[in-house]
């Protein structure tokens, strides 16, 4: 099955640098590549996703990576700001059948202002 | 609009209680229904996940079974509850259609055994 690996666990950064975080992911077959943000105690929220026909995608500050040959994808957060302070997962799919998601194990994002 | 709705937000429970919990959605036919847990400062683990009506697939050995009695509705229980069954709760659904693909987590439960 499926396995998706997230680094790093934890990222301290001062308000207006980058941040960046990384997944890789097993199964070739996978093609949906979402990022979730999730504050404390609050559900998942999306933040931004890409499908396996797209190699980067962007959304204001926020942009995401996309390496099919290697199977890695990554977030970028530009002029990171305190309120962008949150767990962030990565997460893969395969669209049809089960479609489950697995995710990984999260970064710790710090924005220090 | 789709919409999901998941109850109750907290619950606390004592050890060797029956659980459930239950989770509808709006807006959408056939989901695909999932159960997650996430246990304190840890990632999301899939517990379940449904096809269908009557459909359930488990990921994970333990303590909990689901059911999908209606085609939007997905219900998560256990008959004695471990203290190891202590988490938060997410169902989600997933559509993948032209225009309107992904998936959405519904508000949570925080279910504390004591």
């Known amino acids: 099955g499926e396995n998706v690996e997230q680094h790093p666990s934890t990222l301290s950064v001062q308000e207006g640098d980058s941040a960046v975080i990384k997944c890789t992911y097993s199964?070739?077959?996978?093609?949906?590549f979402p990022w979730y943000k999730q504050e404390l105690g609050k559900r998942p929220q999306l933040i931004i996703d890409?499908?396996?026909?797209?190699g980067e995608k962007k959304d204001q500050r926020i942009a995401v990576t996309l390496n099919k040959t290697a199977k890695h994808f990554s977030l970028h957060i530009t002029e990171t700001q305190p309120e962008d302070s949150a767990v962030y997962f990565c997460?893969?799919?395969?669209?049809?059948?089960?479609?489950?998601?697995?995710f990984g194990k999260g970064t710790k994002l710090t924005v220090n202002p | 609009s789709q919409t999901i709705h998941q109850w109750p937000a907290t619950l606390v429970q004592p050890v060797g209680s029956p659980l459930s919990l239950e989770c509808t959605v709006e807006?959408?036919?056939?989901?695909?229904l999932y159960w997650y847990r996430q246990a304190a400062g840890r990632g999301l683990q899939l517990l379940f996940y449904?096809?269908?009506?009557?459909?359930i697939s488990s990921e994970v050995p333990q303590n909990l079974s689901a059911s999908r009695p209606q085609d939007r509705q997905f219900i998560l229980s256990s008959k004695k509850l471990l203290l190891s069954d202590s988490g938060f709760y997410l169902c989600?659904?997933?559509?993948?259609?032209?225009?309107?693909?992904?998936?959405?987590f519904g508000s949570g439960t925080r279910l504390t055994v004591v």
């Open positions: 449904s096809v269908g009506i009557g459909q």
């Open positions: 997460a893969a799919s395969t669209e049809g059948g089960s479609e489950k998601l697995v």
């Open positions: 807006g959408t036919s056939n989901p695909n």
């Open positions: 199964d070739s077959a996978s093609n949906y």
């Open positions: 989600a659904w997933s559509v993948f259609r032209p225009g309107l693909y992904g998936y959405t």
């Open positions: 890409i499908r396996s026909n797209v």
